[in-house]
């Protein structure tokens, strides 16, 4: 930014995968970042490097997920050490995969924990802090529009509740002028979903482009909804699948 305090954002799961593409685009457009991780110090470090290469304020946060009083400690962390909070970019997730009978109970309360509630918590401190143009965007799975195959029940069970998230709240902060949206990946090459991993060629067979997606496609639909110029864009699923669901 030419003038004025920078916009400032928070990116859960910001070390690797879609969420280090996020953070890094994010700053590319002067945003200052935080991110959080629990596990990849390095590469969290090395995102935060990249962040400040563009000459923005990063930080990294080890916050799991999974814990529901650090989640939004990180969040009003987050405000605290930037001075403010713009957007909220709920990243961090987590897939279990596999016939339902071998799924656990533990399965689904770390699956809902990491994937639903830090999700709700992180968007209640966060709208208690947000003003006027703030930006909550969340990623959810083309998987819940279009399972496509087995092996996806817990996963995205989970991922369908940010639908039902994403709705009220964009009522429920529209009139204060903040944005609530979803964004619905396909395959997308990442630690995560290898694009050559086991599942791999089931996956681009199924997309109409005959590929994965890479990260910075993500990242740059994150990007233009966290914008200025997406103000009319709220309460809707937004998808980069490839044509997955097509
Ligand atoms: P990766 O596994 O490559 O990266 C996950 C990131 O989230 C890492 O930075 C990881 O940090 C962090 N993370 C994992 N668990 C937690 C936790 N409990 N608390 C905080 N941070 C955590 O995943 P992707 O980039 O592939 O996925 C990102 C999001 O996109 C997820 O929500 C995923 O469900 C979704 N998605 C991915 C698709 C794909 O094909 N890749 C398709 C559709 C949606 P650490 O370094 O500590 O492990």
């Known amino acids: 930014t030419i003038t004025g305090t920078a916009r400032t ?20 457009e002067g945003v200052d970042v935080a991110l959080t991780y629990v596990q990849d ?25 999974a814990d529901p009083e650090a989640v939004p400690a990180a969040v009003t962390g987050a405000a605290q050490a930037l001075g403010r909070l713009d957007i909220l970019v709920n990243n961090a997730g987590i897939g279990v995969l596999g016939p339902i009978g071998t799924l656990t109970p533990a399965d689904v309360d ?7 509630r830090a999700v709700f918590l992180a968007c209640r401190a966060a709208a208690g802090l947000m003003e006027r143009g703030g930006r909550i965007v969340s990623i959810g799975t083309a998987l819940s529009r279009h399972a496509g195959g087995p092996g996806s029940t817990l996963y995205a ?10 709705k009220p709240l964009a009522r429920e902060l529209g009139p204060r002028g903040i944005t609530v949206n979803l964004v619905q990946p396909g395959p997308v090459d990442t630690d995560l979903n ?8 089931g996956q681009r ?5 005959d590929r994965f997606g890479t990260t910075d496609e993500v990242a740059s639909l994150v990007a233009y909804l966290a914008g200025e110029e997406a103000a009319y864009i709220t309460g809707t699923e937004v998808v980069v699948d490839g044509g997955h669901a097509a």
Request: net charge positive.
């Open 9 to 28: 954002a928070l990116v859960t799961g910001g070390s690797r995968g879609i969420g280090a593409a996020t953070a890094l685009r994010l700053a590319r």
């Open 41 to 65: 110090e390095a590469a969290a470090h090395e995102v935060v490097a990249g962040i400040r290469s563009y000459g923005r304020r990063g930080i990294a946060l080890r916050v799991d997920s």
């Open 110 to 116: 770390r699956v809902l924990a990491v994937n639903v």
């Open 157 to 166: 069970m989970s991922k369908s509740a940010l639908a039902g998230l994403t």
């Open 194 to 201: 290898p694009a050559d991993g086991p599942f791999a060629a």
């Open 205 to 209: 067979a199924a997309t109409a482009l």
